[in-house]
């Protein structure tokens, strides 16, 4: 959850306050997580939450489908939180169609900063997962219960950063 908390914090900050969530359908654990902490961000933040969250399928298409719906909202979104990259290039691409600009107008943030994050345009802003050190952490913990050297159960949480780029820059 601190992960789409950074995103929802990082969108006010630079002025949103009607923050949309596009989401993976429910039940599917990871996109119930991060839906749970746009959810309880917005209201720590005072923001509304009802009617501003659409689920669907992870892909480009469902992203502009959905971000069209709250975008054609009497009151429309002014940021959009993306449970991930695909669904954010669906939202850049219906902000893009209505003529609005993405990151003035509407700001957009994905997650797990895709290699299409940074070669999109605006760069869309995203979480990045340090896959890399976590696959690290895993040989290690294994390696470690192989031989012997650890017994006991390790948790190793690695830290996702926030990447900015344009998508979010006013």
Known sequence: MTTVTSCVEHVFERGARRIGFLGWPEGSGVGDDRHAGWQATCRRLGLPTQHLSLRGEDRIETGQALADRLLDRAQPVDALV??????AIGAI?????????????????GFDDSPLASVVRPGLTSVRQPLEEAAESIVAILTGHLTGRLTDPVTDLKTPTLVTRGSTTP
Do not use: H
Not at 82 to 87: A, E, R, T
């Open 82 to 87: 993306c449970v991930s990259d695909l669904m």
């Open 93 to 109: 691409r219906a902000i893009e169609a209505r003529g609005l600009v993405v990151g003035g107008d509407v700001a957009v943030t």
